[in-house]
């Protein structure tokens, strides 16, 4: 068996020296808007209910029966996946840079798919409560399926330390667990289109595109780094681009949202 090319192109001008850096800045801008959504958002809150089943004595049947489980707080929780990510940077910049360098001359990162499997899932939940995605069990289930997406990406860098040939196993189960979730957010948001006056807010139409678009292309920059396709030759090129995407996707979603209704009034 032959051994397997090194994923660092050593032509290019990156080097882990800068990508230290910029987790380091990426962590900090992360950090400020995270701190920014706790301190100026207002008290907005949505409501999570179960659906248990009670039955109805004078029918004689079963019927759900929704009751308030828990009012989660909007602001401190678009904090908390710009906070996840914050830490995360922050970790790979300071105690976790050597094993962060470690992973990636084998063309991984583990911790990557570890914060996305957080931040990603809890954006995914949150925009699954602006569209009227509000059951308990819905919500678990959209943030553990987005969550399973994210550790086949671990699996897909660690299985392919091991082959010659890229297997791509590990990239369509995380699609296939990663589709589920949108194809839910759409049911709802076209059902809430289509209900009359119940509608959602404007900046919600914006959301839901732009987030799908972004989540996508996630997906693409894992396709370009295995496909070596241009600059996606050099695996760091690729962490780059992974790193870009994560704090855009993060920063549209918190700005939408915070214009959209956690502003103060």
Not at 49 to 55: G, P, Q, R, S
Not at 146 to 170: C, P, V, Y
Request: hydrophobic share 50%; net charge positive; with cysteine.
């Amino acid at each position: 068996m032959t051994a397997k090319r090194s994923p660092i192109n050593k032509t290019t001008d990156l080097s882990f020296a800068k990508l230290r850096r910029f987790n380091g800045i990426m962590g900090f801008l992360h950090l400020i808007q995270g701190v920014f959504m706790i301190l100026v958002s207002n008290d907005t809150t949505y409501s999570i209910f179960t659906n248990y089943l009670n039955f109805d004595v004078a029918t004689l049947s079963l019927s759900p029966n929704a009751e308030l489980f828990y009012e989660l707080p909007f602001g401190p929780a678009v904090a908390g996946f710009l906070l996840i990510s914050a830490v995360a940077h922050f970790y790979l910049a300071t105690i976790g840079y050597d094993r962060y360098v470690a992973n990636l001359k084998k063309g991984m990162n583990p911790v990557r798919f570890y914060e996305y499997a957080l931040s990603s899932s809890l954006m995914i939940v949150l925009i699954g409560l602006l569209i009227g995605i509000w059951d308990l069990g819905a919500i678990i289930l959209l943030f553990t399926l987005n969550a399973t997406m994210n550790l086949f990406g671990i699996m897909m860098e660690l299985h392919n330390q091991h082959t010659n040939k890229t297997d791509w196993s590990a990239f369509i189960y995380g699609c296939i667990a990663g589709f589920v979730p949108w194809v839910v957010i759409t049911l709802y948001f076209v059902g809430a289109v289509n209900s009359g006056d119940a509608k959602p807010p404007d900046f919600v139409y914006v959301i839901v595109p732009t987030l799908f678009v972004f989540f996508n292309i996630f997906a693409i920059n894992m396709v370009l780094q295995y496909k070596k396709v241009g600059r996606w030759r050099d695996y760091l090129y690729g962490e780059y681009v992974y790193i870009i995407l994560s704090l855009t996707a993060k920063s549209v979603l918190c700005w939408l949202i915070w214009t959209g209704t956690l502003a103060p009034v």
